[in-house]
């Protein structure tokens, strides 16, 4: 606009012509590409990942991906082998005990609740006849009670069988059952069923509680759940996976940190996370969460390794505050408890085999429920995010220094440095290469750390690079009018042409890596693009249909001056990058 109003209002040029003129300069200085640039980078994207056992259902998501700091996940599956197996089944003393088995199969089989993998342990283990039995009621698990009752009737009796969280299992009781059978108070047996407990936690074995009571109401409630006796122990093991350690280790090598957040208590949570090489964890539980003012909670979200004993809803809280601290949080869930941390996640992620709430929160699904295949899905969400930013680094830096010196040479020349259809002919050949950056290599230290959108670094860099390149533009102006004179603005054009296309094709090739250019290997499809554009650009000039474009033949001393500042253009901005991530891209 401030173009056209100077040549119409101030030098008294043709409406139409001038019109021309700022409506290209205009079109030449929007990164117009930038939607089609990022669709066809995000979907190569996702074509990769998917190769990986990784299938991304929203684009956007592997930018988030790439830009993860925090992957939050539970460490069933995760951390674990995720095939949990009844490991034993025990008397109040310690010992084996069959008629806990066979009580907490009845409770297993006739539950009709969502399917979990600790009913299907009880039930792979062993079955027990059932022809028998008639189910009379059942209260269905949830996460605040943590308990799950089953009433039958068996030879007769009316008979309630709770199973769930040992603590929560013990405020419903009030006497335990011998060895002998015979019932004795809760009270003298409680400190050896804790440090029976903390025993088996801290080798890293979960155990729930189970208890029984004779019930004659004709419809079970909630409160049924008191007087009862405590029979047993219900040991489950969920190994270490093997590998867990080694990319527990690749995610920290890429800037991601892992925090487990677990209902499992905290022993349990402390002894698996110390053998896949979390050592010396610092660990919150549910308990303390709920006594954090959200300030507190900030903090404590920030230091802490391992959430433990976590309520559902807690969970999202610990996302949001790891969100306020500035952090770009993933989080991994596979059950119906985990819908609301996913969508509060920068990137939801889930499995094929988790329930549907979950995948259908989920913006990434695992094909399979390995960190490792994660690992393998941020490298890919950064190569995406770093050949986005390419994109958007060539068309600030080199767009706007080149329009800028259009504009401001359209002011100050007595023609047109370019003709409109000239400009934006510079513009289109500019486009195949950038294009190609879909499929462009990227340099290991690019993947290396978390990257994201930051409004200042662009700046800053637009600053540096646009008006760098302006500086050149200035150059090849003087040395092209003075040299050649001022009264042929047909080879003024031309020239200018072939030199404002190749630099364009030269800071391409020097912005997309941090590298000197020449020591980071380009990907084949866009060094064969910048190849092809820079021969067609020098055989333009000379082609049959040049005098159409406004174009003369050259002499080869303007081809040789083209050329050569082309050529210092890029030791210039090979200099000006060395110098901006030396002083200013971490300001």
């Known amino acids: 606009v401030c173009v056209f109003a100077v040549k119409v209002g101030f030098q008294g040029k043709e409406f139409a012509e001038s019109f021309e003129v700022g409506l290209a300069l205009a079109v030449g200085m929007t990164p117009q590409l930038l939607p089609a640039i990022t669709s066809v980078v995000l979907a190569a994207g996702a074509k990769v990942m998917s190769r990986h056992q990784v299938i991304v259902k929203q684009l956007l998501a592997i930018e988030n991906l790439g830009s993860m700091t925090v992957l939050c996940s539970d460490k069933t599956g995760t951390l674990t082998e995720g095939i949990i197996q009844l490991h ?21 089989f006739f539950q009709t609740g969502f399917a979990n993998p600790i009913d299907r342990a009880i039930r792979d283990s062993r079955e027990f006849p059932t022809s028998d039995i008639e189910k009379l009621d059942e209260i269905p698990y949830d996460f605040i009670r943590k308990r799950l009752s089953v009433r039958i009737r068996r030879n007769g009796d009316s008979l309630l069988i709770t199973k769930g969280a040992l603590a929560h299992v013990l405020e419903c009781c009030s006497t335990v059952e011998t060895a002998d ?199 890919e969400g950064r190569k995406t995010l770093a050949n986005t930013l390419k994109y958007v680094f060539f068309a600030i830096a080199a767009n706007f220094g080149y329009m800028f010196s ?86 003024f054009q031309t020239g200018w042409f072939v030199e404002s296309t190749l630099a364009g094709l030269m800071i391409l090739m020097v912005i997309r890596t941090q590298r000197p250019f020449l020591l980071s290997k380009p990907g084949a499809l866009f060094l064969f693009a910048v190849l092809s554009i820079t021969l067609i650009t020098i055989w333009i000039p000379y082609s049959p249909f040049s005098e159409k474009l406004g174009f003369v033949t050259p002499p080869p001393m303007l081809m040789v001056i083209a050329l050569g500042v082309t050529f210092l253009y890029g030791v210039g901005m090979e200099i000006v990058k060395a110098l901006f991530y030396r002083y200013l891209a971490h300001r």
């Open 181 to 379: 059978g015979s019932l004795a108070d809760l009270g003298p047996y409680r400190e050896a069923i804790d440090s029976r407990f903390i025993e088996l936690s801290n080798a890293g074995l979960r155990v729930l509680g189970l208890a029984i009571r004779n019930v004659d109401t004709p419809h079970l409630h909630k409160e049924d759940e008191t007087g009862m006796t405590l029979v047993g122990f219900l040991v489950f093991a969920d190994p270490p996976k093997a590998d867990a350690r080694e990319t527990i280790e690749q995610l920290r090598d890429l800037g991601v940190g892992l925090k487990v957040i677990t209902g499992d208590n905290r022993a349990v949570a402390e002894s698996i996370s110390k053998r896949v090489g979390i050592m010396s964890p610092v660990i919150v539980t549910g308990t303390d969460l709920r006594q954090l003012s959200d300030e507190a909670l900030f903090q404590r979200a920030r230091e802490a390794d391992i959430f433990a004993e976590v309520e559902p809803n807690q969970k999202e809280q610990i996302i949001l505050a790891l969100k306020k601290g500035g952090q770009i949080v993933g989080y991994l869930g596979d059950g119906i408890n985990d819908a609301s941390a996913l969508h509060a996640a920068d990137v939801g992620i889930s499995v094929s085999s988790a329930v549907d709430v979950a995948r259908e929160a989920a913006q990434v699904v695992l094909l399979k429920q390995d960190l490792g295949i994660l690992v393998q899905g941020v490298r």
């Open 406 to 491: 259009l504009a401001v040479a359209s002011v100050f020349m007595p023609f047109e440095p370019l003709l409109a259809h000239q400009i934006l002919l510079v513009n289109l050949l500019a486009d195949f290469p950038a294009m190609s950056l879909a499929t462009d290599s990227v340099d290991p230290e690019q993947i290396h750390r978390p990257r994201r959108w930051d409004v200042g670094y662009v700046v800053r860099f637009m600053m540096s690079f646009g008006f760098a390149s302006s500086i050149f533009d200035f150059m090849t102006f003087g040395a092209i009018y003075y040299i050649f004179g001022g009264d042929k603005p047909e080879l």
């Open 88 to 108: 034993d089944t025990l008397g109040i003393e310690g010992s084996p005990s069959e008629r806990v088995q066979e009580l907490a199969f009845y409770n297993a």
